[in-house]
């Protein structure tokens, strides 16, 4: 019982002293974004535009099941991403373009170069891991940096289906080297 009850006030002291290391949230009025709030929507507004591309270039250009199903997972999971993430955009007064940036961009056109099969399958994978990693890391400080309540509830709802999409990449590549 003693032990039970000083997990419960550890267990406390160290949610108070997390919670004091993130800003309060509060809600922003539209308009009035600080500016790593807007390059956060921006910038996932891209991510979420290539993932949905190059997913469909999976489906339609994999030749190994795990790749093709992989693609199809990510393409869905970063539309409903899209959808939530332009709900907030508008809320805050964002406007979202419907294109990429310049690297998602060229990101994408690389990977529709490839040829169906091996290359692209093996290419794909990588794109995901790596581009899982680079949002993982943004999504993560959006949800712990960002004052804004509705950033920070769609930066936690979406964390952990990237952290899926990039495990599930990242089987394929265990598997594919029998590990």
Do not use: C, W
């Amino acid at each position: 019982m003693k032990t039970r009850i000083a997990s419960l006030v550890f267990a406390l002291l160290v949610a108070g002293s997390a919670g004091a290391q993130t800003p309060k949230a509060t809600e922003v009025p539209p308009g009035n974004l600080p500016n790593a709030d807007v390059n956060f929507i921006l910038t996932a507004n891209s991510s979420n535009i290539a993932q949905i591309a190059m997913g469909h270039a999976a489906e339609g250009q994999g030749t190994n099941p795990g790749v093709i199903a992989l693609g199809t997972r990510v393409a869905s999971s970063h539309n409903k991403a899209e959808q939530g993430l332009r709900l907030v955009a508008s809320r805050k007064h964002v406007d979202l373009p419907s294109e990429t940036n310049a690297d998602d961009h060229a990101e994408i056109a690389q990977l529709h170069s490839l040829p169906a099969g091996g290359q692209f399958d093996t290419q794909y994978v990588n794109n995901v891991i790596r581009d899982g990693d680079r949002m993982i890391v943004l999504y993560e400080a959006a949800r712990n940096e960002s004052i804004d309540p509705d950033i920070r509830q769609y930066a936690d709802t979406m964390l952990p289906t990237l952290r899926d999409n990039r495990n599930q990449a990242q089987a394929l590549v265990d598997q594919r080297l029998g590990n």
